[in-house]
């Protein structure tokens, strides 16, 4: 269970792997949004899950399933598989974005440098 510090209290953790499968894809809709809030909520939400989830994401998809019966690695490879799939598809496509000013500017930069860490 997670920590949720700003009520000092122990709460199960929100976000986990699952999640992620499901926020990924629909951020890339946002990452095309005309609105600069929406570029900012993806880009938040995309750096969120890249700093709690990159370094699993990455060491599953560096150690895939041997020929043992594991179906709990198997799943969550598949996870970490989809949600590398489409962190890099979001990667290629906001960089058209990369040389816009300003705060939305860093952050776009912010998340590119992150999901660099990927490959």
């Given at each position: 269970s997670g920590i949720n510090a700003e009520y000092g209290q122990s709460r199960p953790a929100i976000w986990d792997l699952h999640i992620c499968t499901i926020v990924v894809?629909?951020?890339?809709?946002?990452?095309?949004s005309k609105h600069e809030n929406h570029l900012f909520v993806a880009c938040s939400t995309l750096?969120?899950?890249?700093?709690s989830f990159g370094q699993l994401?990455?060491?599953?998809?560096?150690?895939?399933?041997?020929g043992n019966i594991d179906i709990t690695r198997e799943e969550r490879y598949k996870k970490c598989h989809?949600?590398?799939?489409?962190?890099?598809?979001?990667?290629?496509?906001?960089?058209?974005?990369?040389k816009v000013q300003g705060k939305l500017g860093s952050a776009i930069r912010e998340i590119i440098k992150l999901s660099e860490s990927f490959y």
């Open positions: 894809p629909a951020l890339r809709s946002l990452f095309h750096k969120h899950i890249i700093r994401i990455k060491d599953n998809i560096n150690a895939p399933p041997t989809l949600c590398h799939q489409q962190i890099a598809n979001i990667s290629r496509e906001i960089m058209r974005h990369e």
